[in-house]
């Protein structure tokens, strides 16, 4: 391993940050093999992680709509050996700014940014910073002024994209009903391709 970079397994060495907060602040997250399909694509994702995809043959969420490949890594399972730090050092500056910008463009399409799921993790959110203002920080508190309405540094009173997860699972149910009815696996609705 090159001096300056490590490579975290979160299992197995105690961390004193959660693992979010290392998430957050890893350049690759591994979504590696399990038993089954995990949330770990999605928790690199949410968490402006480039995902390093280990897992033959399976395809990750969203895979059919979203230009996966923009911002994530495949790398074989039997290419995973003790060369694969110098495989993800190998990447260029450039091409890990260009990954993570795409990252940052789709991270949107798997958040929930409607409904009651979201409504109640931004009331807990809330509630989470006014303790944490109140027992340690009060002088950090928001002042009236702060910020005015629109500004980068005000509130986020509603979600700020067209297109959240819902609208993403939408798109990807339209393009597997799609591809069965080609492959006439279901029956075709009623003027569905009509133009075609």
């Known amino acids: 391993m090159m001096e300056g ?8 060495q105690p961390f004193g940050n959660s693992y979010s907060h290392q998430l957050a602040r890893s350049k690759f997250c591994a979504v590696m093999p399990g038993d089954g399909f995990s949330a770990r694509f999605e928790d690199a994702v949410l968490h402006g992680c480039i995902p390093v995809i280990i897992q033959d043959h399976v395809h990750v969420s969203f895979e059919s709509i979203l230009d996966i490949d923009s911002f994530s890594i495949r790398i074989p399972q039997s290419a995973v050996n003790e060369y694969l ?5 190998g990447i260029s500056d450039e091409q890990v700014e260009r ?3 795409r990252l940052g463009s789709i991270q949107h399409r798997f958040v929930y940014g409607r409904g009651p799921m979201f409504r109640e993790s931004r009331a807990q959110i809330r509630l989470q910073i006014k303790d944490w203002l109140k027992r340690d920080h009060a002088h950090l508190a928001p002042r009236k002024d702060y910020a005015p309405y629109g500004h980068p540094y005000g509130p986020v009173v509603q979600f700020p994209y067209k297109y959240d997860a819902f609208h993403t699972v939408m798109q990807w149910l339209r393009w597997r009903r799609e591809k069965l009815e080609f492959e006439e696996k279901l029956p075709m609705l009623h003027g569905h391709h009509d133009n075609q």
């Open 5 to 12: 970079e490590a490579i975290a397994n979160y299992d197995s």
């Open 99 to 101: 990954m993570q910008r």
């Open 85 to 89: 730090p110098y495989i993800l050092l």
